[in-house]
């Protein structure tokens, strides 16, 4: 089974910065599947937040842009996401999505990391 877990997320005051880990296991050929960033904040809906695919090519939340990357190491089947100019706004449980390149939708999900951004 695909196993994912994210480390990574903690308290930071505003401006500064984190780099949230998603580590995946079960996975046979990490390197077809596309990955993703997603987001929830206590009351608010999941949003995505950012998406890399098979290509490399990445997508970002219009809130993220320009703050965030996302990328990863297909060698370790490990999935990043570096945020910087962190907000308060950005407080939330964020959790990292995987998916095989012909999926359309997220077929794996992690257990999530807290972000707390004060």
């Known amino acids: 089974d695909v196993q994912l877990v994210e480390s990574g997320g903690g308290s930071v005051q505003a401006g500064g910065s984190l780099r949230l880990s998603c580590a995946a296991s079960?996975?046979?050929?990490?390197?077809?599947?596309?990955m993703g960033w997603f987001r929830q904040a206590p009351g608010k809906e999941r949003e995505g937040v950012a998406h890399i695919d098979s290509d490399d090519r990445t997508t970002y939340a219009d809130s993220v842009k320009g703050r965030s990357s996302i990328s990863k190491d297909n060698a370790k089947k490990t999935l990043y996401l570096q945020m910087n100019s962190l907000k308060p706004e950005d407080t939330a449980m964020y959790y990292c999505?995987?998916?095989?390149?012909?999926?359309?939708?997220?077929?794996?999900w992690g257990q999530g990391t807290q972000v707390t951004v004060s």
């Open positions: 999505a995987a998916k095989r390149f012909w999926s359309r939708v997220y077929e794996y």
């Open positions: 079960g996975v046979t050929y990490y390197s077809q599947y596309s």
